[in-house]
């Protein structure tokens, strides 16, 4: 069996990446999905989120280079693997760097659409943060090698676009403005 390139699925919360995610793995003969959630809850005590300080964002760089770990293991194992999680300008360059075949695919929402969703769902974010958060994904989103619109998506019809994801290779054009971008960001956090 060929072992897919790992995707990585990003976008404000209620767009549907743990769905998705959860859905395309489903979908394969042996598959992991990494949700970076899950990672983050593993500090128990003094956990911190991204927007809480100097330690949030220590965290949110440790959540990212422990989910691109996780995923590495696993794919020497010959499982393929999709990951979840809420990339930002700080962190698509340690996956792209650390995950250098990873495909990510930004999936976005309207604001009515993402309400709804979150809707459906517990909430363990804040109004504020919630509005926060798509309002940084919409104005800086991050690198990404396809984007999908997800308004009137079922978690079926979205398996498509983003199956297709992992199968194809960017343009190497394409793959090396994302590895620039990210190479540069990486090299200026690690300082």
């Not at 698509?92 to 929402?109: E, G, K, N």
Request: charged content about 25%; overall charge positive; aromatic content about 4%.
């Amino acid at each position: 069996m060929t072992v897919r390139v790992p995707l990585v699925l990003t976008g404000a919360p209620a767009v549907g990446k743990s769905a998705t995610g959860r859905a395309l793995a489903g979908q394969r003969r042996r598959c992991a999905f990494i949700d970076a959630d899950d990672v983050r809850q593993l500090v128990v005590a003094g956990g911190a989120a991204p927007w809480d300080g100097e330690q949030g964002l220590v965290q949110q760089h440790l959540r990212a280079v422990d989910a691109c770990a996780l995923a590495r293991n696993i794919l020497e194992r010959g499982i393929e693997v999709v990951i979840a999680d809420v990339l930002t300008a700080a962190t698509a360059p340690i996956y792209l760097h650390l995950l250098p075949a990873c495909r990510i695919v930004h999936l976005t929402a309207s604001w009515p659409e993402a309400l709804r969703r979150a809707g459906t769902r517990p909430v363990w974010l804040s109004e504020e943060e919630f509005r926060t958060l798509h309002e940084s994904d919409a104005v800086s989103p991050p690198p990404a090698h396809h984007h999908l619109r997800v308004d009137g998506l079922t978690v079926r019809s979205r398996c498509g676009p983003s199956a297709n994801s992992v199968t194809s290779r960017a343009a190497p054009d394409q793959d090396r403005r994302l590895a620039r971008r990210a190479g540069a960001s990486w090299e200026r956090d690690r300082r």
